[in-house]
């Protein structure tokens, strides 16, 4: 065999030691990308369920004209992840009286930027609020007991 055909032959072995080599390497990463990918699969799933359940009460709250269970149980200073722009609307607050049950308030404001707890067990307060610039908030809120509306603090810059 001539010099070039070992180093031919000598190349070859080393191409397919590395290749056989780098097969688990590429398995093992390709095993992690996959079990990864289950996870972020089984996350989405679960948001999905969650998201779900909140739209079936808020339908439900709506046509029932009951309070979701999303605002019953909120906990104190929850906060929405997007915010519902109705309430800025300044003729929905207007449309808002005294006796409104809270299923209106929530069909004509959208849902609260957040909700606390009253002062007794029967009460809480809808928090709308929009940041507009450091130190600058415009911000209104509905106070509910029993299902009722019993006072509106139309939004204004705080």
Do not use: H
Request: charged content about 25%; aromatic content about 2%; overall charge positive.
């Amino acid at each position: 065999m001539t010099a070039v055909g070992r180093m031919r032959t000598l190349c070859c072995t080393a191409l397919l030691l590395l290749l056989a080599g780098a097969a688990p390497a590429a398995t093992a990463a390709t095993d992690l990308e996959v079990e990864q990918l289950r996870r972020d699969v089984r996350e989405l799933e679960r948001t999905v369920r969650t998201q779900s359940r909140r739209i079936d009460d808020l339908e439900r709250a709506l046509r029932g004209g009951g309070t979701p269970s999303s605002i019953r149980s909120a906990p104190n200073g929850s906060v929405r992840e997007e915010p519902d722009a109705r309430w800025l609307v300044a003729d929905r607050w207007r449309a808002l009286k005294v006796g409104t049950s809270a299923a209106e308030v929530l069909s004509t404001l959208g849902l609260p930027t957040a909700v606390r707890p009253g002062e007794s067990a029967n009460e809480r307060l809808l928090i709308y609020t929009l940041k507009l610039d450091v130190g600058a908030f415009l911000s209104g809120s509905v106070r509910i007991a029993d299902d009722r509306v019993v006072a509106i603090e139309m939004p204004t810059l705080k």
